[in-house]
């Protein structure tokens, strides 16, 4: 495997695109920076990995060609989708839940610890019923390999988007479990749980709602 097939102009395009997507505020990003500052760095960092798992092999049937499965078996998608937009809303209610609870006198409150392996299962559950992340990963393969192209011309997009998400979701776990985040987190924990609730209900409710 050659350093061009990694950094051709269309596979750099597919990198950007990827970046930007990944790093720009959502559920996921908006799930593991709450984590960090409220549970600490292990919780985000199981959180990422089941995120960063989920994704990953949404990444891999991009290449195997999910999209000719899906053409045949378009109730696949429908089926992701409404399972996908009620654990949104499981989420929004865990949030809610979370901004309503009495403030703890402590100042730099923690959360309850949670055993790592239900966090990175909840990690991974919430981007294996994402269709958005399906079809992201759709484009990017598609944008940076030829139509004659096959799987072996799609991995060097794999592993690169591979890094970036690493790069992405741990830089959210460490810059935000820091000891200033955590006092942060004190101070605006309702604010916190209470917009991850609204952007976990939006996000669910749109996937409940949208047309096929």
């Known amino acids: 495997m050659t350093a061009s097939a990694f950094l051709s102009a269309n596979v750099l395009l597919a990198y950007t695109a990827y970046f930007v997507g990944t790093a720009s505020p959502g559920p996921s990003n908006l799930a593991i920076m709450s984590l960090a500052m ?8 199981a959180f990422a990995l089941g995120v960063m798992s989920g994704s990953f092999s949404w990444a891999l ?7 000719a499965l899906l053409a045949t078996y378009s109730q696949l998608l429908v089926a992701i ?14 949030s809610a839940r979370s ?3 009495p403030r703890q006198p402590d ?14 299962v909840r990690g991974l559950l919430l981007h294996l019923t994402n269709p958005k992340a399906i079809l992201v990963w759709l484009s990017i393969v598609s944008l940076a390999v030829p139509a004659s192209g096959g799987a072996s011309h799609s991995l060097p997009v794999v592993l690169g988007c591979m890094g970036i998400g690493v790069f992405v979701f741990s830089s959210y776990a460490v810059l935000f479990s820091t000891a200033t ?5 004190g101070a605006i924990r309702r604010w916190l749980d209470g917009s991850l609730a609204v952007v976990f209900s939006v996000a669910g409710l749109k996937l409940l709602t949208a047309r096929t």
Do not use: C
Not at 61 to 67: D, H, I, N, V
Not at 181 to 185: F, G, N
């Open 61 to 67: 049937l991009a290449t195997l060609g999910l999209s």
């Open 181 to 185: 985040a955590r006092r942060v987190y």
């Open 107 to 120: 100042a730099n409150v923690t959360r309850a610890p949670q055993p790592l392996s239900r966090l990175y």
């Open 99 to 101: 901004a309503i609870a």
């Open 81 to 94: 989708r409404i399972v996908g937009g009620l654990y949104l809303l499981w989420l929004a209610w865990k």
């Open 38 to 45: 409220g549970s600490g760095r292990k919780a985000a960092f």
